[in-house]
């Protein structure tokens, strides 16, 4: 049966949003610049909408019902993208915004560069809280969309259409091997007999069914595969300790190196080539000014970077 959206009040679902994140009616009201009988007949509204009593009393809190609490994402988000659309009044004030920033970085250790923009954002928004995570994502545009992360650091562009990538920078790379390997523990470069001689660690296939660096060259194809893993981190600690050798980002290891029994050696083909490290978002937040910002500032951030380590 077909829900006919003009006979529900829809500014009933902020309301919900409010009582679901405060828990507390009086609370609510104060927020939403209402009175507390106002939100409490919305609230009674909203229980006849959905036949449920959506929050139960408990000590001072209000507590959601399970259907409440099962609403509240697709709610939330649905809000969130309609919020997205809409221009904001006067002039965009970063000092004014209050919001958690939620990043995730895939493989990639690029925190010095996450420090220098957490001190940027806390000098121009300090209202906003900047949250960081290092999960590997199985479906990375469903987690863009249902706002899990607002942007995504990792290597090579998102193919899904429904997601928007820049290169944030670009690393070259390099044949990582650890310097007990019986046979190129103390050489000072590598031949393309000995790369393909050797078993490699790579990381895991792609939803394209290919290894991320197969899409960079065909080279890559013809490698013996011995052990797979998610991150790069994961593969430099098995190249250190086995005999299994790596391609991996150039820079992005230099800084362990001295630390490590491992060394780094030449790509060993006639060829110049560069990894892309890139940041994604979900389209449907490229034109929400405060995301817009926050992602425009860590782009200007990391060319500011890379100019100045030429």
């Known amino acids: 049966m077909d829900i006919n959206l003009r006979s529900v009040d829809l500014n009933l679902l902020t309301i919900f949003e409010s009582l679901m994140q405060t828990k507390n009616l009086s609370h609510s009201a104060q927020e939403l610049g209402m009175t507390q009988p106002a939100v409490s007949h919305a609230l009674k509204r909203l ?158 296939k792609t939803s394209a069914q290919s290894y991320p660096l197969e899409k960079l060259s065909e080279i890559f194809k013809k490698r013996k595969v011995g052990f797979v893993a998610s991150r790069f981190n994961d593969i430099y600690q098995v190249v250190r300790d086995t005999d299994f050798i790596a391609v991996m980002p150039t820079n992005h290891f230099d800084s362990l190196l001295e630390n490590h029994q491992i060394q780094c050696l030449p790509f060993p083909f006639d060829m110049q080539l560069k990894l892309p490290i890139m940041l994604t978002w979900h389209s449907n937040v490229q034109y929400y000014k405060p995301h817009s910002w926050c992602r425009n500032l860590l782009m200007e951030l990391m060319k500011q970077k890379s100019l100045a380590s030429k």
Do not use: W
């Open 47 to 204: 229980q006849k909408v959905y036949d449920d009593p959506l929050f139960v009393r408990k000590e001072r809190k209000m507590e959601p019902t399970d259907k409440a609490i099962a609403m509240f994402p697709i709610i939330q988000n649905t809000l969130m993208d309609i919020r997205s659309t809409l221009p904001i009044k006067g002039i965009f004030n970063p000092q004014n915004i209050e919001l958690t920033f939620k990043i995730n970085i895939q493989n990639l250790d690029v925190y010095p560069f996450i420090i220098e923009f957490t001190k940027q954002l806390k000098c121009k928004a300090p209202n906003i809280t900047l949250k960081i995570s290092n999960v590997l994502l199985e479906d990375k545009e469903k987690a863009l969309r249902n706002r899990e992360y607002d942007l995504d650091i990792d290597v090579l562009p998102t193919e899904h259409p429904a997601c928007q990538s820049k290169v944030l920078f670009e690393d070259s790379i390099s044949v990582f091997v650890s310097k007990t390997h019986p046979r190129l523990g103390h050489v000072d470069s590598l031949s393309e007999a000995q790369f393909f001689n050797e078993e490699h660690a790579v990381i895991a």
